[in-house]
């Protein structure tokens, strides 16, 4: 069974990586992939929410950040060095590879776990943004493979993995906040009795 998913992993890889191979994805893959690109657009959404959002988007911001370091941290630290699995730019001979392979392990995909732990977070709260957000999380999770440094297995784990991270954020989320109201609420009652008092 193990040989099995390995020889369709490992099929699917070269279909991506070489077969579908194409100028435009050439150029565009490798950009798309690249991180540093995109914290300029997430820098700005994120202070649009804390400026504009009101409380709805302060705690986005606020649990959204939560919800990467969680998913961040679980895949790069902890799930990565547990499985040990080498990136197929390191094994896989006449492979395309279009920018540096990387010493870090392959499984899972930390690029799939948090694109995807932030497209279902912030769909459940902004859902018109859904189709935007699970869209550019397809195509960072398919530039990893297109570009040579993750095999398709790699990013269907990180989806995987980052989905379960933000429903376990939703989750935190909504047993926190109702312990705040509750002393917000209790220190208002507080305070009304003071001035009854005096």
């Known amino acids: 069974m193990t040989t099995f998913f390995y020889q369709i992993d490992h099929y699917l890889f070269v279909l991506i990586n070489s077969k579908l191979a194409n100028p435009v994805f050439d150029f565009l893959m490798p950009i798309i992939t690249n991180g540093v690109i995109w914290r300029y657009p997430i820098g700005f959404a994120a202070l ?50 279009l920018v540096g392979c990387g010493n870090s392990f392959s499984f899972p995909s930390s690029h799939a776990t948090n694109n995807f732990a932030a497209a279902v977070f912030f769909s459940s709260k902004y859902r018109r943004a859904a189709p935007y957000l699970f869209a550019i999380a397809v195509l960072v999770s398919y530039s990893r ?10 990013l269907a784990g990180g989806a995987i993995l980052g989905m379960f991270c933000a429903f376990a954020v939703m989750g935190l989320e909504l047993q926190v906040l109702p312990l705040f109201s509750k002393r917000k609420k209790s220190a208002t009652s507080v305070e009304e009795r003071e001035e009854d008092v005096q």
Do not use: M
Not at 69 to 74: C, G, N, R
């Open 145 to 154: 493979t297109y570009i040579g440094i993750h095999y398709p297995l790699d």
């Open 48 to 97: 649009l929410l804390l400026v504009f959002g009101g409380k709805k988007g302060r705690l986005a911001v606020l649990f959204g950040g939560i919800l990467i370091l969680l998913s961040d941290q679980t895949s790069s630290h902890i799930l990565k060095p547990f499985f040990h699995r080498i990136r197929p730019c390191h094994v896989v001979e006449e492979l395309r590879l």
